[in-house]
Nanobody, 126 residues
Framework: QVQVAESGGGSVQAGGSLRLSCAAS????????MGWFRQAPGKERDFVAA????????TVSDSVKGRFTISSDNSKNTIFLQMNSLKPEDTAVYYC???????????????????WGQGTQVTVTS
């Protein structure tokens, strides 16, 4: 199973920016790509963004569209999440997943259970 390690979280005031990084130990052949999810206290873990290894196509959730950008360095099996114009509601633990699959009909992203990182805290103060 692929292992990942996130970095780059922290505390920032509303309107500020942070950049998260996630390095993977490898790239499963059948994997669509990697992505970011987040989990706020008392809530479920939600999809934030994903990037395809093969095409570089990116997908971001509506809640962060226009503010967050996902990118990758394929040579290092590393992805990044540039977060701009941060809002207090962006406060959460951000998790990277190193092995995403994508369903054929719905296009939903399905993270591999064993490919989660430890998470990194992002706190946005008003």
């Amino acid at each position: 199973q692929v292992q990942v390690a996130e970095s780059g979280g922290g505390s920032v005031q509303a309107g500020g920016s942070l950049r998260l990084s996630c390095a993977a130990s490898g790239r499963p052949l059948s994997s669509y790509g990697m992505g970011w999810f987040r989990q706020a206290p008392g809530k479920e873990r939600d999809f934030v963004a994903a990037i395809s290894w093969s095409s570089g196509d990116t997908t971001v959730s509506d809640s962060v569209k226009g503010r967050f950008t996902i990118s990758s360095d394929n040579s290092k099996n590393t992805i990044f999440l540039q977060m701009n114009s941060l809002k207090p509601e962006d406060t959460a633990v951000y998790y990277c997943n190193g092995d995403l699959r994508r369903t054929y009909y719905s296009g939903d992203f399905v993270p591999d259970r064993g490919a989660w990182g430890q998470g990194t805290q992002v706190t946005v103060t008003s």
